[in-house]
T-cell receptor
Framework: AQKVTQAQTEISVVEKEDVTLDCVYETRDTTYYLFWYKQPPSGELVFLIRRNSFDEQNEISGRYSWNFQKSTSSFNFTITASQVVDSAVYFCALSEAYNFNKFYFGSGTKLNVKP | DVKVTQSSRYLVKRTGEKVFLECVQDMDHENMFWYRQDPGLGLRLIYFSYDVKMKEKGDIPEGYSVSREKKERFSLILESASTNQTSMYLC???????????????FGPGTRLTVT
């Protein structure tokens, strides 16, 4: 069964628009971790955030914010006032506590930010 | 900063060739991983290693093998390359996780392999 779903394959926005990338996950574990990664055109995945299942507080880091809702099994990522440099593929991933070396990645969302 | 390097950014090989992809990390991480990335499929785990000489199969190990003789180096081997192994290959490393403390993985720049 698919563990992480990123239903948005590709999103295009104009610079300065806000954009939300959706991530829905599935797990039976009560303890798990969620991650977001950015993959710019250069190819290297860059770690953005890690969240554990016991911490539902929203996180903000500059223009980035994350909304974790266990009730809907979602961990959405919002970029405020998008910039061209935000153009990348973004991946959401899940790691379960009793299988902590294995990451389940979503299929990624390609974000195009146009000037 | 964690540094994960891969031996080549681009590689072109012929069908049937033996191919070695090398990955080196400089942060003394216990875990190392090999993924392949294909459009629409995200990242799929090929193999991972949690210690020197230790390895475990991931989701798609067929056609691949790995070697970890030193802690910092993890090699992916395509014994006889085939065209369906044309893909982007990503190496990653992470510190040893413990139950309840899962750690993020750090990725290298990737190797785009084309098998003709």
């Amino acid at each position: 069964a698919q563990k992480v779903t990123q239903a948005q394959t590709e999103i295009s926005v104009v610079e300065k628009e806000d954009v939300t990338l959706d991530c829905v996950y599935e797990t039976r574990d009560t303890t798990y971790y969620l991650f977001w990664y950015k993959q710019p055109p250069s190819g290297e995945l860059v770690f953005l955030i890690r969240r554990n299942s016991f911490d539902e507080q929203n996180e903000i880091s500059g223009r980035y914010s994350w909304n974790f809702q266990k009730s809907t099994s979602s961990f959405n990522f919002t970029i405020t006032a998008s910039q061209v440099v935000d153009s990348a593929v973004y991946f959401c991933a899940l790691s379960e506590a009793y299988n902590f070396n294995k990451f389940y990645f979503g299929s990624g969302t390609k974000l195009n930010v146009k000037p | 900063d964690v540094k994960v390097t891969q031996s080549s950014r681009y590689l072109v090989k012929r069908t049937g060739e033996k191919v070695f992809l090398e990955c080196v990390q400089d942060m003394d991480h216990e875990n190392m991983f090999w993924y392949r990335q294909d459009p629409g499929l995200g990242l799929r785990l090929i193999y991972f290693s949690y210690d020197v000489k230790m390895k475990e199969k991931g989701d798609i190990p067929e056609g691949y093998s790995v070697s970890r003789e030193k802690k910092e180096r993890f090699s992916l081997i395509l014994e006889s390359a085939s065209t369906n192994q044309t893909s982007m290959y990503l190496c990653a490393s992470s510190p040893a996780g413990t139950v309840g403390t899962n750690r993020e993985q750090y990725f290298g720049p990737g190797t785009r392999l084309t098998v003709t």
